[in-house]
């Protein structure tokens, strides 16, 4: 069976990198986030249909305030 | 939650108003209520059911009927009875009260919440507020799915969770309690939200001119999606709709008045129960098999490259891989200006310059490092894959093992069914018949709901490559950029929950299990290992093997539920003050047990009381006096806060068979001759002094 030994090092070099894992999300950040939608769940905990629309409002003014957007239309 | 008090109105047996108080010291948690049967202790429990939730197993038949109202009552024309529930929870007291009446012969519940009313008294500042939506409140404290496993019924302790949304119901309220429940209900929005995103980016890329055509496509298969869910859904109805005309024609056979019809459909719901364990098991076992596939899937490929890449062993690929050169050997000979054939080098020489051109190619320390740590990997994964083939091939040979199974009970069930045909009596095969309409309409659905399931999952995948594709062609306008970068934002943290329940939900499932597995090796004659399925089902097996205890006795399985229960509420006890932010802290509800000991034998009964108190928080057990044992005070005796027992009042005319409970030195009679009731009997609660 003939093998590409170039195929097969450029493979090799890429398994060993991917053994690196540098690139992460910032856990604690999000976990915070991750608290204060926590908190907003807690507030709409007997909510009713109406009250949902609401709670998705909240949690997308948390999100894009975490992301840096200053309103809720600027992911939009 | 703690129950402080209960009030039965005119209800059932109970004439007129009759109130019993729960215990609450901590280390006397044991309230037990002594009745002869028949005299009113499965209506207590149900009393409870009825005031909370509506209903209650042993009378829902009736609720619509006259039969809750106590026969004395109606006769005095007293039309209204009603159940009162006084219970604490977090520094605050709350009265439930459940109200029905009487009109022309018929029980409604007057009022919108259908009778039902709840005071909240904030036990600090005094203040007393009606609470809205009081169902839903109930059902946040102790949620119904889980009310027949607080609220036990030792005699109907086999209530079966053979179809999905049953099974849901129940693992949702199980995760109520482990404290979930804002957590899943992030991730329902986290997803909602999600999906609304996608179709918001969609649009967007709608505007932009070498996406349109991907995103009409996208956008059209998102609402063919949408349609099979919507047919999907409808269909899941019709099934379960289907199951339960099944269940009806089975519990009417069940009922009838032919004893060998009766006799033959028991042994076929047996064989059905025993087959559906077996489909349960397999079930687990293909769960088991995936969640193997997703720890060691990485190492099966690793496995297979391996195997492709033996080649590569150090003597082979030295000078070869990653580079035919060293470079520090190339930079040796550069310094020394000489060659290894020994020919001078000078510098600036072309011999100079071609042998340093070799660098370009050669391998470095960093390279080197790269195949040694590439070939370790792949070391790793052959050992990782090693330990999955056995695995796999456990797996394997018990899905063998349950597929031989299925079909032996399946053999089984059409013979008994045959039998029970060939007994040709007319009522039976009415219902023979219907029950086989069911099952095939049933069937049916199932099969197009897999199609239409089927459907979906390769329309989502499709959906998938389209978006990929018009992400690739996409050229990114602002709001596009940040619609992804919300959207990425939405997955990233749906994730991290995702991730945090399951370290938190492995924790749980462990110590539970643990909390069983010692219950049971304390109480049990023979070995058995427990393990928790995802549904949160305990499944037993003989220790040291693979084989499914089925054929195990209902004492034992009464056993394992009642060590399930309380190994749920001390572990939900343990998190009560928990603080973290992510789970609410776990429910601290009752353990209220009527006939607790049903099926048991003696060795068991005396076992379960000894661990009953100490893992409950608060336990109420109702208990005939035919099941209690003079030696068991020695086991719970310093554990009972209030004692009980109900006194059957017999109508003057008829003569009581004398029946008497005797505790310690004390004898009780449980029955007398009232004057006060003219036809029918009616029962007292009445307090025995705790020393």
Not at chain 2, 12 to 32: A, H, M, Q, W
Not at chain 2, 260 to 269: F, H, T, W
Not at chain 2, 299 to 323: E, Q, T
Request: charged content about 30%.
């Amino acid at each position: 069976m003939s093998i590409d030994k170039e195929e097969v090092k450029k493979i090799m070099v890429s398994a060993a990198d991917s053994f690196n894992p540098e690139v992460k999300e910032d856990d604690d950040e999000i976990d915070s986030l991750i608290n204060e939608i926590i908190m907003i769940e807690k507030a709409h905990k007997h909510t009713s249909q109406g009250g949902v629309i609401r709670k998705h409002e909240q949690i997308s003014v948390k999100i894009n305030k975490f992301l840096g957007y200053d309103n809720l239309n600027n992911n939009s | 939650m703690n129950l402080l008090k209960l009030t039965l109105n005119n209800f059932r047996i109970f004439y007129g108003k009759r109130t019993i108080e729960f215990s609450n010291d901590p280390d006397k948690n044991v309230t037990l209520v002594h009745a002869e049967n028949s005299m009113g202790k499965t209506t207590m429990l149900n009393a409870i059911k009825w005031c909370l939730y509506a209903k209650a197993p042993d009378f829902e038949n009736e609720a619509k009927g006259s039969k809750i109202l106590n026969h004395i009552s109606h006769e005095k024309q007293d039309y209204s009875c009603y159940v009162e529930i006084e219970f604490s929870e977090e520094g605050k007291t709350y009265s439930i009260k459940r109200e029905a009446k009487e009109v022309k012969t018929k029980l409604g519940f007057p009022g919108e919440d259908r009778g039902l009313t709840i005071l909240e008294n904030d036990d600090k500042s005094g203040s007393v507020r009606k609470k809205s939506n009081p169902q839903t409140f109930i059902n946040s404290i102790l949620p119904e799915e889980l009310s027949d496993y607080f609220l036990f019924a030792g005699e109907t302790y086999a209530k079966t969770r053979n179809d999905s949304s049953t099974r849901e119901l129940y693992k949702k309220a199980v995760r109520d309690i482990l404290g979930f429940t804002l957590s899943d209900s992030a991730i329902k929005d986290l997803n909602e939200m999600q999906r609304k995103s996608n179709k918001e980016l969609n649009l967007l890329h709608k505007e932009n001119d070498n996406t349109t055509s991907l995103s009409v496509e996208i956008s059209d298969l998102t609402k063919e999606i949408e349609t099979l869910s919507d047919a999907s859904d409808i269909l899941k109805e019709d099934i379960k709709e289907q199951k339960s005309i099944v269940d009806d024609c089975t519990d009417k056979i069940l009922k009838s008045n032919h004893y060998e019809a009766k006799d033959l459909q028991r042994q076929i719901k047996n064989q059905e129960s025993l087959r559906n364990t077996s489909y349960k098991n397999q079930t687990n076992l293909l769960t088991e098999r995936q969640l193997l596939v997703n720890d060691y899937g990485y190492a099966v490929f690793g496995y297979s490259l391996k195997n492709k890449m033996d080649f590569i062993n150090h003597k082979d690929y030295a000078g070869k891989i990653p580079g035919k050169y060293y470079i520090g050997f190339v930079d040796e000979l550069l310094k020394k200006e000489e060659c290894i054939c020994h020919r001078a080098l000078p510098k600036g020489s072309k011999e100079y310059v071609a042998v340093e051109s070799l660098k370009a190619d050669a391998s470095t320390d960093k390279t080197e490092s790269r195949v040694r740590t590439s070939i370790n990997a792949l070391g790793l994964f052959n050992g990782r894959s090693k330990d999955f083939f056995k695995q796999d091939g456990r797996i394997d040979s018990s899905l063998d093992t349950c597929g031989e199974e299925i079909a032996s009970f399946e053999t089984e069930i059409e013979t008994l069914k045959d039998k029970l045909k060939a007994l040709s009596i007319k009522s039976i095969d009415i219902l023979i018949a219907k029950k086989e309409k069911a099952e095939k309409a049933q069937y049916s659905f199932q099969r197009e709901k897999n199609q239409k399931d089927v459907l979906i999952e390769t329309k989502e995948r499709n959906k998938k490559t389209k978006e990929t594709e018009r992400d690739n062609l996409s050229v990114d306008t602002d709001k596009i950029k940040r619609k992804k970068e919300f959207i990425r934002v939405l997955n990233t943290i749906g994730l991290r929950i995702l991730d945090h329940q399951s370290k938190a939900e492995k924790k749980a499932r462990s110590l539970i299990t643990q909390n069983v597995q010692r219950n049971l090796d304390d109480c049990l004659r023979k070995n058995f290992t427990v393990k928790l399925d995802h549904d949160y089902n305990l499944v037993t097996s003989f220790t040291g093997t693979d084989t499914i205890a089925t054929g195990t006795g209902q004492g034992q399985a009464l056993l394992t539920n009642l060590s399930f229960i309380t190994a749920l509420i001390s572990h939900s006890k343990k998190r009560a003050s928990a603080e973290n932010r992510l789970f609410l802290p776990g429910t601290i509800a009752p353990f209220v047990i009527d006939a607790p000991f049903a099926e048991m034998d003696g060795s068991y009964q005396k076992n379960t009381l000894a661990f009953l108190p100490n893992q409950s928080h608060q336990l109420i057990l109702f208990l005939s006096t035919g099941q209690w044992d003079a030696e068991y005070e020695n086991v719970i005796g310093d554990k009972i806060g209030k004692r009980y027992y109900l006194l059957n009042h017999i109508p003057k005319q008829d003569v009581p068979e004398k029946q008497v409970l005797k505790i310690k030195n004390e004898e009780f009679a449980l029955n007398i001759n009232d004057s006060k009731s003219d036809k029918f009997p009616m029962t007292t609660i009445e307090k025995i002094k705790v020393n």
